[in-house]
């Protein structure tokens, strides 16, 4: 974060924003503002932005703001990584200081101590994480005497949530809930909801952040960091004004006994060194610097950094003489503030009339060649282990709450795994630019997390489908069948029941994938045999490339699984070897083809598409290929690394010289053929009978650098498709943004990275199109990609190698291997054994576009909550074969995201609109949801509107929404009313409504 924070594009930046539309957030240079449907953009130099906390100094004679007069808001905060070069334990203990020095745990002990002393000083804190760990270790008197700092105002939080997430990698819901969780512990512990966002240290900002993690939170203002640098040259307005020196103190007001050596404040005339007038010269030219790039009078100086006021004494010592001095010399007003008392104070200044900004913060570039677009791919196994971890975590509650209502609240196992999801969130975590062992730290979280929710998600199960045994039943999951293990099915005697669970809130039926060791049969629960086909396993290989000794043999069965609930099937062992998959005979012109799709080879690579129900055929040649990352040249020094991709040339590299090889698979269920390119890249691309889409599984790995270069591996498809340079990536999973080549809505760009600077984050979707054809790509997991970079051309980059640092603080090269050094004596850090091996999936899908999203939408859901097998131990026997939470499913374009238990009376439900504003004629109609009819065999008692976050009311949400003033409108934009209590739900395109309900159980008759 230190050495992070010196790039010369960090802003700062304050958003705030009335409605739920599909609004792009972000603020230029220093700071943005939306308010309504208004985004208000600001300028500045260099920082990472920053914030404080409540109350007015009356010691230290804090005056009432003057007409006319700068005020400046002091806001004392820290920013707290939860994880990055030392773990989070490391971080919270002061542990492993050999990296860095930081202990927050010494951070929050001093600043409670300090606020106590002076009852105008005030403090914000961001990190819950963090802070709740804290909370844990104190005594009654110290939370007694920390619950009171809060109520008074001197202790405030902003952002609120578990960490502070990254804006690019993460997931929708991922965001939602780690702010819901840290949410959640601040209005148990101290009945605070935080009003204002605190986005400080993201490498980018997504429109997502603005639209639906500030404004239907319940934000009124977000702050937040780091736009392009380009962009801050260009624009220049704000709230906050700007500043150099990220969201840090202004130079020569950094008070840390570890960082700095800024001159302390003397007062006693009596001693050597009398500063004050001195010092309160330097203090005013800063404010007013600040206050003529700043709209209004007021302004804001954020006090404090990284890991930064250890020793709070100083700190406080020095800034209750400058704002008492400053004061006194009345030139300005200097006050302790907060960022939520500083956004009250812009608000009064009602004749200040702000520019809009509508567009994104992607990609961020810091400098010439300097583009933050790797990370978007970085770590790949970490990103696909969150996403489908994410998943997972939705099933746990669901079952926890359907299986055990009130009693699921002491499931330690969902409190900890949401937690370790919580802390992945973290813009150092799933965004991939940590340390490798702090990496590692986060798998083993989460692992840990998942196995201990697992004991919860199993007794629930055993309930729900009545399952009886001579011993304890139970539930086994395998968490290891992408590699093609998975103990219960690879046992070739042994018959046995199991469930295929649906998170979803609509029917599937769907192909379901399991690796066999012997000749098995899939039974219903009504005895009757369910089709079923042998395929060959992908490669059997760990994340080292190490035989995992999983099967050979994959069998494939065709599934129907009702709505947010499981059907049984049954393992059934029979005599025999197991039959072989049926490898058909290739020739160089090979095609898979269903009832809609059709995929044809050429020299046995994918070259051509055809949606056989539309008549659109597509060129669509893959081809694998690596960029070779730069070490930095004459040109620019700057390297790829964790945080930068900056390929050597815009030409890449194949994988492969020759002709891949080719497998060819024939089925009743599906078609598949089985690819290798070279020695480290291959690939299944398989087509399902009644699919209207294709399902490429590739693997990745180890990457070669013996040669001495760093390969970024990327998936291309090159197609006839006239995109015109144009197209369009999601924001986290919701809207989709459109793109276009070395072009930025709002400011003029000087492209000096033809390839990179066209690079966005692909959080699930991209799609290229012309006026007849659109071929879209689902990914499973964030990834880095563009369809701008050439016409016609799709490409993902799903793997990277770089052997030189990047110079952003991580200070080690982004490549993976199996082992690390200590960070103690000689060669600390160094990476040795054997590379990463990834694999991970696509799905492609070819249409008109005015039909495309009614396929993509949906299937989009399906890749990110599939069906999950559920195993019964001790030969358990289920006597409900069948269950569903819904008394019937929802429409194809509403979902339930969120079912969990709430607290001992309420359970918490979002529904979401899946369908993007004018994305299908139909499916992105509002649509209507009765909440009283929903669940099967219950009725609602009581449903509460909440704000995203839950703990406020939507009515409050709508109360706090201010009415900004922008210019070119005539006057504000008004709230809308708040929801009058209807158990009919209405949503308008992508908007996600979050309720608090009562259950009782319904009369007998409506039990289904």
Request: with cysteine; net charge negative; aromatic share 10%.
């Amino acid at each position: 974060a230190g050495a992070r924070g010196a790039d010369a594009g960090g802003r700062e930046g304050l958003v705030m924003q009335k409605d739920f539309k599909n609004l792009a957030q972000e603020s230029a240079a220093s700071s943005t503002l939306l308010a309504g449907r208004i985004s208000v953009c600001r300028a500045a130099m260099a920082m990472r932005a920053a914030s404080a906390l409540a109350s007015v100094l009356a010691t230290a004679a804090a005056l009432p703001a003057a007409p006319g007069k700068v005020t400046v808001h002091v806001v004392p905060h820290t920013h707290d990584d939860v994880g990055w070069l030392k773990t989070v334990d490391e971080y919270y203990n002061g542990q492993n200081n050999s990296i860095q020095h930081a202990n927050v745990h010494m951070v929050i002990d001093t600043v409670v101590d300090e606020l106590q002393k002076n009852p105008d000083r005030t403090f914000t804190y961001v990190e819950q994480a963090f802070f709740q760990r804290w909370w844990r270790q104190q005594d009654e008197r110290t939370r007694k005497i920390t619950q009171d700092l809060v109520k008074r105002g001197q202790l405030s939080f902003t952002n609120g949530g578990w960490c502070m997430h990254d804006e690019a990698a993460p997931f929708y819901l991922d965001m939602i809930d780690q702010t819901t969780l840290g949410h959640k512990f601040l209005m148990d512990e101290f009945g605070f909801a935080p009003k204002t966002g605190w986005q400080l240290d993201p490498f980018g900002h997504s429109s997502t952040q603005a639209a639906l993690l500030s404004a239907e939170v319940g934000f009124t203002g977000l702050f937040f960091g780091r736009i392009d640098y380009q962009e801050g040259a260009q624009v220049f307005s704000g709230l906050t004004g700007s500043y150099g020196g990220n969201y840090g103190p202004p130079d020569g007001f950094d008070w840390d006994d570890h960082n700095s050596n800024d001159e302390t404040m003397q007062d006693d005339p009596e001693l050597t060194n009398y500063n004050v007038k001195t010092r309160v010269d330097q203090f005013v030219a800063q404010a007013l610097l600040q206050a003529n790039r700043t709209r209004g009078t007021n302004i804001m100086f954020t006090m404090g950094s990284d890991f930064q006021w250890e020793n709070s004494h100083e700190w406080y010592y020095n800034l209750d003489r400058i704002i008492k001095y400053v004061n006194l010399d009345g030139r300005i007003n200097a006050m302790y503030s907060t960022p939520e008392m500083y956004v009250d104070a812009k608000a009064k200044e009602a004749t200040i009339a702000w520019p809009l900004k509508t567009d994104d913060f992607f990609p961020y570039a810091d400098g010439p060649h300097k583009f933050w677009t790797g990370y978007f791919t970085s770590r790949p196994a970490l990103k696909r282990y969150i996403r489908d971890s994410s998943s997972f975590l939705q099933v746990v509650r669901q079952l926890g709450a359907f299986g055990f209502g009130a009693e699921s609240l002491k499931d330690e196992g969902i409190v900890k795994f949401s937690e370790a999801l919580g802390v992945a969130q973290h813009h150092d975590a799933v965004a991939g630019t940590a340390k490798q062992h702090v990496t590692f730290d986060y798998a083993m979280r989460i692992a840990n997390g998942r196995q201990k929710s697992l004991l919860g998600a199993s007794s629930a199960l055993a309930k729900l489908s009545d399952a009886r045994a001579g011993a304890k039943v139970g539930f086994e999951f395998c968490i290891l069948r992408n590699e093609s293990v998975c103990g219960p099915t690879q046992v070739a005697t042994k018959d046995m029941d199991f469930v295929l669970y649906n998170g979803l809130a609509q029917s599937r039926s769907e192909v379901v994938e399991l690796p066999v060791a012997g000749h098995v049969r899939v039974m219903d629960s009504d005895g009757n045999e369910v089709n079923s086909q042998i395929v060959p396993s992908p490669p059997t290989l760990t994340n080292y490339g190490e035989n995992s000794g999983g099967s050979p043999q994959t069998l494939l069965f065709k599934a129907d699984v009702p709505a947010m609930g499981f059907k049984a099937y049954r393992f059934v062992s029979t005599k025999g070897t197991i039959a072989a998959a049926f490898v058909a005979t290739t020739t160089p012109s090979t095609t898979l083809e269903n009832e809609f799709v059709a995929l044809e080879f050429c020299d046995n690579t994918l070259c051509k598409i055809t949606n056989k129900e539309s008549g659109i055929s597509i060129k669509a040649e893959q081809s694998w290929l690596w960029y070779e990352g730069s070490v930095g040249n004459a040109v620019s020094g700057q390297a790829s690394g964790a945080y930068i991709f900056r390929p050597n040339n815009n030409t890449a590299t194949p994988v492969f010289a020759g002709t891949p090889t080719l497998q060819l698979v024939r089925g009743a269920l599906a078609d598949e053929v089985h690819q290798t390119f070279g020695t480290w890249v291959s690939q299944r691309i398989r087509l399902e009978k009644g699919a209207r889409h294709a399902e490429i599984t590739y693997t990745v790995g180890p990457i070669p650098v013996g040669d001495g270069l760093g390969k970024e591996v990327i998936s291309r498809f090159t197609t006839d498709i006239a995109s015109a340079g144009e197209c369009f990536t999601d924001s986290n999973g919701r809207e989709m943004i459109p793109r276009k080549r070395d072009y930025r809505e709002t400011w003029k760009l000087d492209q000096t990275e033809p390839v990179a600077g066209n690079y966005f984050p692909i959080t699930s979707s991209i799609f290229i199109r012309d006026k007849k054809s659109q071929l879209t790509l689902l990914t499973d997991a964030a990834q880095a990609g563009s369809g701008c970079v050439r016409d016609g051309e799709l490409e993902m980059m799903v793997h990277r190698a770089c052997l030189k640092d990047d110079g952003r603080g991580v200070s080690e090269p982004l490549n993976e291997t199996e082992f690390i050094t200590p960070y103690v004596g000689d060669n600390q850090g160094q990476h040795y054994g054997r590379g990463l091996v990834i694999r991970g999936k696509h799905l492609l899908a070819v249409g008109a576009p005015a039909e495309a999203a009614k396929m993509w939408r949906p299937l989009q859901d399906q890749l990110y909550m599939p069906l999950m097998p559920f195993f019964a131990t001790n030969s358990a026997k289920l006597a409900k074969p069948s269950f569903s939470a819904l008394a019937q499913a929802l429409p194809a374009n509403v979902q339930i995201v969120s079912l969990q238990q709430w607290d001992e009376q309420t359970v918490m439900l979002r529904l979401a609109h899946q369908f993007g504003l004018g994305e299908h004629e139909t499916l992105s109609k509002p649509a209507t949801v009765d909440l009283e009819g929903l669940f099967a065999g219950k009725r609602i008692l009581q449903a509460d509107e909440r704000g995203l976050a839950v703990t406020v009311s939507r009515e409050e949400v709508l109360k706090r929404r201010i009415p900004w003033k922008v210019e070119g409108e005539a006057k504000p934009a008004q709230s809308e009313d708040a929801p009058k209590g209807s158990l009919e739900v209405t949503l308008g395109p992508l908007q996600i409504r979050t309720f608090l309900i009562k259950l009782g159980d319904a009369p007998s008759e409506s039990f289904i």
